[in-house]
């Protein structure tokens, strides 16, 4: 069973930019979807963008408070999946969390944590004024 781990978070400054990975042990990461969640402190979980596994074309979707600024994106090759994120707001502070879904498990939208059975742990990502 694959695990994820990511890394990458950081403090930066406002404007600024960050990349994170989250790499994938195990086999078969082409056929995983993957998402990018984030946890702000007394905030919900909310979604950042995913991008749908290698049989649906790695179609991409974001959430509209980071589109324009972030960029979601995978190479299958490395088992890793990515997250540009440029342009970076005080609001954008959070946990961020990978997540990965496999190919058929579910109907849910892959905008909602419903939909993923796997996760990282998570990496705090700090935006200051």
């Known amino acids: 069973q694959a ?3 990511e890394s990458g978070g950081g403090l930066v400054q406002a404007g600024g930019s960050l990349r994170l990975s989250c790499a994938a042990s195990g086999r078969s990461f082409e056929t995983y979807d993957m998402g990018w969640f984030r946890l702000a402190p007394g905030k919900e979980q909310t979604s950042v963008a995913f991008i749908t596994n290698s049989w649906s074309g790695h179609s991409a979707y974001y959430a509209d408070s980071v589109k324009g600024r972030f ?8 088992n890793t999946l990515y ?6 707001k ?3 502070t959070a946990v961020y969390y990978c997540a990965a879904r496999a190919r058929g498990a579910n109907g849910y939208s892959l905008f909602s944590t419903n939909a993923y059975g796997y996760w990282g742990q998570g ?3 700090t935006v200051s004024s």
């Open 90 to 92: 005080p609001e954008d």
């Open 3 to 5: 695990q994820w781990v």
């Open 83 to 88: 997250l540009e994120m440029n342009s970076l």
């Open 71 to 78: 960029t979601i994106s995978r190479d299958n090759g490395k």
């Open 123 to 125: 990496t705090q990502v």
